[in-house]
């Protein structure tokens, strides 16, 4: 018979996932719920003397408190509004249409031409933003018209813009990998070097999807037209140097971290500063952009604190009243060895993404799982990042597929929902083989924090 305060946690737990299906807030969900139930116990303990209750006073809700100047004072954290102001500021600066249009006169007479130059694209937005809305919205503005101005299936070019826009959430710098590299106390230039790899590798596994069903089933992703402009050495160096300024702006806030020159923090920084210095260059740097972007900035940061705050005083009331030795008698009564456990625990990060957004999973889920993955003595690096593999399916899932929404939000009128559905099922089979791959030999994610840090552990 499990303990009264133990009923408690389940009860907690239960009420949340409940109370998600009322479409209110998530923050305030957290942090509502979080504060009764904290009040409950207190009100329980003293009235009804619980020595066993872990919520005997007016003191433990003095916890509470010190998560919000916990958090406020988070160095790693601040990082966080730089990224977003960075990305928000590169999309504005136009090097993404300049690569696009260059991009499509080189690609475009291969089969599947004009998606494997969203693939690319998607890639080093990826590596130089790190904000899926960001990267799926413009994607989608960019390339959408093109692909079905030359007769590709609305499902495919609808999955390859979400799939290659959601590469972001994993390519650093991202801000998933930051949050994640607080929340479990590792360095966040381990997941950066094991999230690189991989997160490229996925990018070129849809290039390789794209080109098999380019020869399997052309009239899915048809060439460009036999009349079309045929391709010069001209275009391909200007395709080339259309890619320098990104490839610059990933050198300097990536290769910064890499290299010990910067930390993370200062490296956002440095990246949004690049960011500015490229919307100036191509004299898209005005007052409008700079209001725009300063306020997309607050909203988003606001959103991401607001969640973070209340996921924190949830994880905080929640262990207070037990919900973490729960979890970890549960897994140990699971009797699976370390592999075991962390196949376990990716099917509930699976299943959890179909219904709860990234956020709440790293935030919420991830700390309460991770303590039991890290006495079980699996390399914590391996372990985040195929988390973080696993978490690019609940932007990809319905119903709560957030690409998805971006997605459908700005297409043409003639791609319905069941198109765009259709088309992300053969990226999310394509991401889970990543995961299933990264499972199988951990040196993919592994070597390269090894290799730069002599870690990854």
């Known amino acids: 018979m499990l303990p009264f305060y133990e009923w408690l946690a389940i009860a ?144 495919i070019a609808s999955g390859v813009v979400a799939a290659s826009g959601t590469l972001g959430i994993l390519i650093p710098p991202s801000i998933m990998l930051v949050l994640m590299a607080d929340q479990v106390s590792v360095s966040v230039g381990d997941l950066f070097m094991g999230a690189l790899i991989p997160g490229v590798a996925l990018g070129v596994l849809y290039m390789v999807f794209l080109v098999v069903v380019g020869f399997a089933r052309p009239d899915l992703v048809p060439p460009r037209p036999a009349d079309a402009e045929k391709l010069t050495l001209r275009q391909v160096g200007v395709a080339f140097l259309s890619t320098l300024p990104t490839f610059g702006l990933i050198l300097v806030v990536l290769g910064s971290i890499f290299f010990g020159i910067a930390t993370p923090t200062e490296a956002s920084g440095l990246g949004a500063f690049g960011a500015v210095l490229l919307a100036a260059v191509n004299g898209k740097l005005n007052w409008k952009v700079i209001r725009e972007v300063g306020i997309e900035t607050t909203l988003t940061t606001c959103f991401i604190f607001a969640i973070f705050i209340g996921a924190t005083v949830f994880a905080y009331v929640l262990r207070l ?80 597929g957030f690409s998805l929404f971006y997605l459908k939000g700005v297409v043409p009128k003639s791609v319905t929902i069941k198109d765009i559905y259709v088309g992300v099922i053969p990226f999310v089979l394509l991401q889970l083989a990543m995961v299933a791959l990264c499972f199988l030999i951990p040196a993919i994610i592994t070597w390269l924090p090894g290799q730069m840090y002599g870690s990854g552990g």
Do not use: C
């Open 12 to 155: 907690l737990m239960v009420l949340f996932i409940l109370a998600l299906f009322t479409g209110f807030p998530v923050a305030w969900l957290l942090a509502g719920l979080s504060l009764a139930f904290a009040a409950l116990g207190i009100f329980l303990g003293v009235q009804f003397g619980m020595d066993t209750f872990l919520m005997t006073s007016w003191a433990k809700f003095s916890g509470v408190i010190d998560r919000f100047d916990g958090i406020m004072s988070n160095w790693v954290l601040v990082s966080l509004p730089m990224f977003v102001y960075m990305g928000l500021m590169l999309d504005k600066s136009g090097v993404a249409d300049t690569m696009m249009r260059n991009f499509v006169k080189v690609f475009g007479g291969i089969r599947g031409g004009l998606g494997l130059t969203v693939v690319v694209i998607g890639i080093l937005l990826a590596a130089s933003t790190g904000i899926v809305g960001a990267s799926v919205v413009l994607l989608a503005m960019l390339s959408m018209p093109i692909m079905l101005q030359h007769h590709y299936s609305k499902a």
């Open 321 to 400: 009243i037990g919900g973490d030795e729960l979890i970890a008698e549960f897994f140990k009564g699971l009797g699976l060895e370390p592999t075991g456990l962390v196949l376990v625990v990716l099917l509930v990060v699976f299943v959890a993404g179909f219904f709860l957004d990234w956020f709440e999973i790293v935030l919420i889920i991830l700390p309460l799982l991770a303590p039991v993955i890290k006495l079980a003595g699996v390399d914590m690096t391996w372990f985040l990042i195929l988390i973080a593999l696993m978490l690019q399916t609940s932007f990809l899932t319905p119903p709560v």
